[in-house]
């Protein structure tokens, strides 16, 4: 079994901010957080695995988004208090996000 080390040092996973995020034609703005709020539970998950889980929704559905675009996202949706989010959210690996109740 693989164990991170607790020593590891936080790295950014992602500096891309929404406001700069152009979204293909193909979904909208509403859809995507429709995506995102799909995967997550009202339990408090990585940021990395509901990316990692927004991503393969993705795919499944043939959409041209990529994992910095859901973090943006993700990000943003925290910001704006639709989501609750722990730590910086920009360090996907050492923060956690979570639906409201």
């Known amino acids: 079994m693989h164990k991170t080390p607790s020593n590891e ?3 950014i996973s992602s500096t891309l901010r929404w406001e700069e995020v ?3 034609d ?3 703005e509403a859809e995507l957080d429709q995506l995102i709020f799909s995967v997550m539970t009202s339990r408090l998950q990585k940021t990395a695995m509901v990316v990692a889980k927004a991503l ?7 959409l041209a988004i990529n994992e910095e675009i859901l973090g943006a996202r993700i990000g943003a949706l925290a910001e704006s208090d639709r989501i609750d989010g722990a730590g910086d959210l920009r ?3 050492h923060s956690e996000v979570r639906l409201k109740d």
């Open 9 to 11: 040092i936080p790295a």
């Open 22 to 24: 152009s979204l293909p």
């Open 26 to 28: 193909s979904i909208s």
């Open 56 to 62: 393969n929704r993705c795919e499944e559905l043939g």
């Open 91 to 93: 360090y996907w690996r």
